[in-house]
Nanobody, 122 residues
């Protein structure tokens, strides 16, 4: 299983970015999630999208600004980020292979992780 994130970069506060995560090596279009990790801080859940794409959850800090979506035909999940703030700076990771008995924002719930893409907001 491989997850590859892309779309990160540097942007001014108030700007937008769209992250993509393309998966390969599996056929399970299950729950997928985005996490982020700022320098010196723990990795935290940002958003998740369930199978079918109709159910989503967001961290309070990004509600109304970020939107998660998926294209199962392409095994890809997206994170549209708008009204970006300096505190959104960090490395963004996608994850899948979730243990359904654990909370979506629980890092230990996920079996597969990408290597991350850097987002810098100044």
């Amino acid at each position: 299983v491989q997850l590859v994130e892309s779309g990160g970069g540097s942007v001014q506060a108030g700007g937008s970015l769209r992250l993509s995560c393309e998966g390969s090596g599996y056929n399970d279009n299950g729950c997928m999630a985005w996490f982020r990790q700022a320098p010196g801080k723990e990795r935290e859940g940002v958003a998740t999208i369930y199978t079918g794409g109709y159910t989503t959850f967001y961290a309070d800090s990004v509600k109304g600004r970020f939107s998660i979506s998926r294209d199962d035909a392409k095994n890809t999940v997206f994170l549209q980020m708008s009204s970006l703030k300096p505190e959104d700076t960090g490395t963004y990771f996608c994850a899948t292979g979730r243990d359904a008995l654990k909370k979506w924002f629980d890092l230990s719930a996920y079996k597969y992780w990408g290597s991350g893409t850097q987002v810098t907001v100044s």
